[in-house]
């Protein structure tokens, strides 16, 4: 059974940095597919940023390129999103989906989902 954990997320000012990370247990690090996706107070979920585990191949949304970076640490099985210049549009509770299927955004097979992690940015 995975389980994911999303830990990082706090309240910033915008310009700031934050780093989330996303501790797996139960998946296999070698070859799937984790995401990070968001969803802001009155909006649908929408994805972030996605990287092909043991692959290292990554996909971001237009909205957070050149800002947002996604990597793995195989070693703690947990992947990370480090959030840069961040903007009051980037406020929202982030979360953190796995699936042992490669695609973007990860929908294909048995999805998981961690609990999310809230993100705050102020202007």
């Known amino acids: 059974h995975v389980q994911l954990v999303e830990s990082g997320g706090s309240s910033v000012q915008a310009g700031e940095s934050l780093r989330l990370s996303c501790a797996a247990s139960?998946?296999?690090?070698?070859?799937?597919?984790m995401a990070w996706f968001r969803q802001a107070p009155g909006k649908e979920r929408e994805g972030v940023a996605t990287?092909?585990?043991?692959?290292?191949?990554?996909y971001y949304a237009d909205s957070v390129k050149g800002r947002f970076t996604i990597w793995e640490d195989n070693a703690k099985n947990t992947v990370h999103l480090q959030l840069n210049s961040l903007k009051p549009e980037d406020t929202a509770m982030y979360y953190c989906?796995?699936?042992?299927?490669?695609?973007?955004?990860?929908?294909?097979?048995?999805?998981?989902w961690g609990q999310g992690t809230q993100v705050t940015v102020s202007p």
């Open positions: 989906k796995a699936t042992k299927v490669v695609g973007t955004w990860c929908p294909y097979g048995s999805i998981y």
């Open positions: 990287i092909m585990t043991g692959f290292g191949t990554t």
């Open positions: 139960g998946y296999t690090f070698s070859s799937g597919c």
